[in-house]
């Protein structure tokens, strides 16, 4: 069964960075859009980032101009770089495919991101 395997979070200060990484492995994974999402405790699991086969992207307007997602086939990979960090964007982090069918992946155990004020 597919489960992507996220890493990279941690304890940062307001405006700081981390760069979150995730490894879907499989040769499919060049063939699916891709999502970063996140869930704060109490709160749903929101979308905050997607990058489609073609590497175009989309943002939530909360993160937007702050975060980046990339990816590289290669190596069945998809990055988010977050700058600027908030404490608002405190959360578990997610990657799975960006899909409005409900088709999701087995979710990962998320890598968590929390942001001192």
């Known amino acids: 069964q597919v489960q992507p395997v996220e890493s990279g979070g941690g304890l940062v200060q307001s405006g700081g960075s981390l760069r979150l990484s995730c490894v879907v492995s499989?040769?499919?994974?060049?063939?699916?859009?891709i999502g970063w999402y996140r869930q704060a405790p109490g709160k749903q699991r929101e979308l905050v980032a997607g990058?489609?086969?073609?590497?175009?992207?989309n943002y939530a307007d909360s993160v937007k101009g702050r975060f980046t997602i990339s990816r590289d086939n290669a190596k069945d990979a998809v990055y988010l770089q977050m700058n600027s960090l908030k404490p608002e964007d405190a959360a578990v982090y997610f990657c799975?495919?960006?899909?409005?069918?409900?088709?999701?992946?087995?979710w990962g155990q998320g890598t968590q991101v929390t942001v001192s004020s």
């Open positions: 799975n495919r960006n899909t409005d069918s409900g088709r999701y992946w087995n």
């Open positions: 499989g040769s499919f994974f060049r063939h699916y859009a």
């Open positions: 990058i489609t086969v073609g590497g175009q992207t």
